[in-house]
């Protein structure tokens, strides 16, 4: 127990321990950020993986770890569509995930925000063109929010997560 | 030498009626043999107690633009000696169908099944025919890798359905799970059958995320296929790049700068810290051990920093290429690196403390999802989980590749087969992966970091390279084509070989203990699906 509080005690805290990202590459729109004006100051995200490398999942985990802790903003993780207000996806669409993909955005109630995370989700990536691949996620469900890289890092994904939320997390 | 000599003097004398060719790489022997006597000869190479060899891979290649046949490869690794075996067949003419070797050798049962998918080859006696890597709505006659096959093909849907296999019986119930899970997950479906609590039985429907990789690196010359290497599976990037870097630069006859191997080496076992920090705390955080969970996270994250620091990569991308890495770390880098490992490790072994004094949480962890030895060799299971099972193969020993020749590797080994035993495979490796960055720093010789590729390669040429990835062996055969480009290249992950072990890992244990088993496996979905 002791070396429990010990521990905690030493190591301090370490959220925002990272370093700031600029401004998003691609900024929020107008009309993305009215929708998200309805979910208030909380936001809760379901993701889908519909044929990434799994870099995305990855950074998309960290932003639950104690340096990011995006729960401070309000933004989780629900483990279900019909409780989100917003998907993120992840990946080209594959052909085995096409159907998966259409389920789950029409299981998540209205209204909602799709939020392409990643360049395999905004153009395919190197992925582009193959037999196995029907396009990228917005060939298939309306995409609110793009966040492009290979994968993002974590404090990318922050950053456009908030100026959705039409708010200042970098502090 | 000697070795191979003995394994191949005791197959030609068993079968005489092989014929040997010149060994594709170093430590490894090549025969062709006719199709008819492939279960025989594979059964003999598996069970001969001087052999004991493991199947390792399974592939084929479409040769029909050259020589009218499609080739047939099959990759043994023997037990004591870890010298690689390869029989080769061809299918002439209109010849689709194949002797199928799973009723001997288990191992060969998924392998099999993709190349019928992939290739449209039967293997006949196969026990389950069912469709693997084509989803049920997939076209008749689809089969991607054939060469008459456009990489840009846009397929049609059809109807169909999978058929599972079922357990009927009073009391038993069917719970399907996936292919979007509850968390942050890639996509795969599970389908468990259960009584009461036990599960009977869990079958895995996956290759959701199948994305045409292996069509796509034939799209793609030598050099520039790196980029497609690295995003085979993301939390591998090292491993697969490194892996396939090795084959091309095999087949180029190319020198890797020694320091360019030393470094090769520290971006490896960098790749392997931040991976088993983090799947320690994600094991943790299923046993509801919430700090646990957050100290782990917090380590991880501080290696990904120091990765981004290092290379502007998080994941390490794009620094390995044909010929050696893109960037080099000076001495100094070297040293503030050593630094703030030391400072990790010590971190990290209060965190450990911490969390084998909590007996809940052993107690949880112990005799959860046990995979026993035999099992473990009956599937061919590789890396952390063989480990973990009391197999004891690590690639870095035993083949070493990169700088490991002069880098010896402490291999952790447990034989108990659960949960517990694989979390300390990971402690171990954590400990023994800062020692070896140590050993880099201090033995890193100076000198270039990349040599030129001069040369392309003769069409038709191939060659096979592995690496001991945080996951396990990752394999690559790849064999050049016309102007440096590619004609095949089959990628194995070890996901692709773990994956149906899990099935039978979790026999007997509760559905609410499958989340903690699958991460203490860990697989990679996307390297599976390719």
Known sequence: MFRIIKKSLRIGVVTGRYQKANKPELPV?????????????????????????????????????????????????????????????????????????????????DPKIVIALGDCAINCGMFKGSYAVTGPVERHIPVDVRIPGCPPRPAEILAVLSELQGKDNTA | MSEAIFCDDLLTAAFPGILKHDPIC???????????????????????????????????CDDRPVRDSYGLYYLFTLEASHHWVVLSTELAGHDRLFPSITPHIHAAQWYEREIRDMFGLIPQGHPDLRRLVRHEHWPKGTHPLQKDFSWNNVLERQQGEYRFHHIEGEGVFEVPVGPIHAGIIESGHFRFSVAGEPIMQLELRHFWKHRGVEKLFEQLTLTDAVLLAERVSGDTTVGHALAYCQAVEALLHLEVPRRANYLRSLFLELERLYNHLGDIGAMCNDTAYALAHAHCGRLKERIMQLNDRLTGSRFLRGVIEVGGVTQDIESRRLVEIVEELSHIQSDFSEVGAIIFANASLTDRLETTGVLNERTAWDHAVIGIVGRASGRDCDLRRDRPFAAYDELPVNVALYRYGDARARLRVRGDEIHESIRLIREVRDKIPNGPI????????????????AVEGWRGEILYMVMAGEDGRIHRCKVRDPSFVNWPAIQWAVLGNIIPDFPLINKSFNLSYAGNDL
């Open chain 2, 26 to 60: 170093a430590k490894s022997s090549h025969f062709t043999v006719p199709k008819d006597r492939l279960p025989a000869i594979s059964h003999y190479i598996h069970t001969q107690p001087s052999l004991r060899g493991r199947l390792t891979l399974l592939w084929a």
């Open chain 1, 29 to 109: 729109t107008p009309e993305a950020q009215d929708r998200a004006r309805l979910f208030k100051r909380s936001l809760a995200i379901r993701e889908v993986d519909t044929g990434s490398c799994n870099a995305c999942e990855m950074e998309m985990n960290a932003l639950l770890n104690p340096v990011y802790d995006a729960d401070r903003f309000g933004i989780h993780i629900a483990a279900s569509p019909r409780h989100a207000d917003a998907l993120v996806v992840t990946g080209p669409v594959t052909v085995n995930m096409e159907r998966a993909l259409k389920d789950v955005h029409k299981q998540t109630s």
């Open chain 2, 450 to 465: 990349a040599s030129q590729p001069r040369s392309l390669p003769k069409p038709g040429a191939w060659t096979l390279a």
